[in-house]
């Protein structure tokens, strides 16, 4: 929706149309519990939202030229607006438009996540695994580089449009990834946000500028939305990957996965999207969890650390270690993790170390890491996770004093 509106006033407003979807927002919430939710609910929130665009033009310096502008552009707003096709769709362009090469890279992907995704400052925080101070910094001069610079949402030639693809795609990435896990509320997945990252890299994958690298990204989102149906139980709750019920992945999108996996084979780039990909689908191809090929699932993991060193790689990559080597070996490789500076408040490292001493039976130090990451942000279902292992630590640990 601000997409929308954004392309409307102008890329050099983005604070007006961020503000008025919020007002809408907030509208909602204090008259639908009351009135109830109206019969077009999209249509009614596009309404205020385009209501309150055009009282901040009109008290603003904007007034006059501008605010007949929005009108003439707008029209009477009774219903969501049509989605573009190609390129042209409304979110991906403001998403072109936020990966400006006058922007920085982290900025772009920042703003997009914002403007895009909805997302508050503490969410993007936690993606990036940085200070909020950060985040919230990037995006003020991310916004007034826009307004300074006049940026526009006019969708660049085709050359241009190639430079920009690789923060492109991150920015989905990033879009796929929160809803596959989210950091926090009450569900563990928002698959909204996982829908829509796919839609939108499907779009891009179809385009003029597609790469092998972009449909990697496509395969490696269909593979993970596939296993969405089984991530959570009837009541939300996590299911770890070993016990879920393979029945209810969506065979559609894994199909979709190796459509696109096998055109990423195309070129002889391998991308961190590609190691990733073969990881997803080395998963899809078993037919259940212990004829999973761990040793062939390893070695992309070192592949996949060698072209991105990140501390959540290394970290998920210990979980592989463990299957071939063993929960010892698997400590081990994580030991340094702890002096990163981007793991200091990261519940899934200590979340990790306390499965793996728990594999090893050190079941005090294992409640003491579940304890440990209870006191870090998560969301309820990880949560109600942890507060379950750690009760099992302790009926260990009670078991064995009464002895």
Request: with cysteine; charged share 25%.
């Amino acid at each position: 929706m601000v997409s929308h509106f954004a392309q409307l006033v102008g890329p050099a407003h983005l604070q007006i149309a961020e503000d008025a979807v919020q007002e809408a927002m907030l509208r909602a919430l204090q008259t639908w519990p009351y009135s109830g939710i109206p019969e077009n609910a999209s249509g009614w929130l596009f309404r205020v939202a385009h209501n309150a665009i055009l009282d901040a033009l009109r008290q603003s310096r904007l007034h006059g030229e501008k605010a007949a502008e929005f009108v003439r552009m707008a029209g009477t707003v009774t219903g969501e607006p049509a989605l573009g096709d190609g390129l042209n769709d409304d979110e991906l362009r403001m998403i072109v438009l936020c990966c400006h090469p006058a922007l920085s890279h982290e900025a772009s992907v920042a703003l997009s996540l914002k403007i895009v995704g909805g997302f508050g400052v503490r969410e993007i925080a936690r993606a990036f695994l940085v200070d909020e101070t950060a985040i919230a910094q990037r995006l003020v001069r991310a916004k007034r580089q826009i307004r300074d610079q006049r940026l526009t949402l006019e969708l660049p030639d085709e050359h241009e449009l190639r430079l920009r693809l690789g923060a492109v795609l991150e920015v989905l990435y990033f879009l796929f990834n929160e809803g596959y896990t989210a950091h926090a509320g009450e569900n563990l997945i928002r698959a909204e946000f996982c829908g829509e990252a796919l839609r939108l890299a499907q779009l891009v994958a179809a385009s003029p500028i597609a790469t092998p690298q972009t449909h990697a990204l496509v395969a490696l989102m269909a593979f993970q939305a596939a296993r969405l149906p089984a991530r959570v139980d009837d009541k939300g709750d996590l299911v770890l990957f070993e016990f879920q019920d393979r029945s209810r992945w969506d065979d559609r999108l894994v199909a979709i996965g190796f459509r696109h996996f096998d055109r990423s084979m195309e070129g002889d780039e391998i991308t961190e999207y590609h190691a990733q990909a073969a990881i997803a689908a080395t998963y899809a191809r078993a037919a259940d969890p212990q004829s999973i090929d761990w040793p062939a699932v390893l070695l992309l993991y070192d592949q996949l650390l060698t072209i991105n060193p990140s501390p959540v790689i290394a970290l998920n990559r210990a979980v592989a270690v463990a299957k071939v080597h063993g929960p010892a070996e698997a400590l081990r490789t994580i030991e340094l993790l702890d002096e990163h500076p981007r793991m200091k408040d990261y519940h899934l490292l200590l979340a990790v170390r306390g499965h793996l001493l728990r594999d090893l039976e050190r079941w005090d130090e294992a409640a003491t890491s579940y304890r440990a990451a209870l006191l870090l942000g998560c969301s309820q279902p990880e949560r109600r996770f942890l507060c379950g292992k750690l009760e099992e630590c302790e009926s260990v640990l009670g078991t064995a004093r009464t002895a």
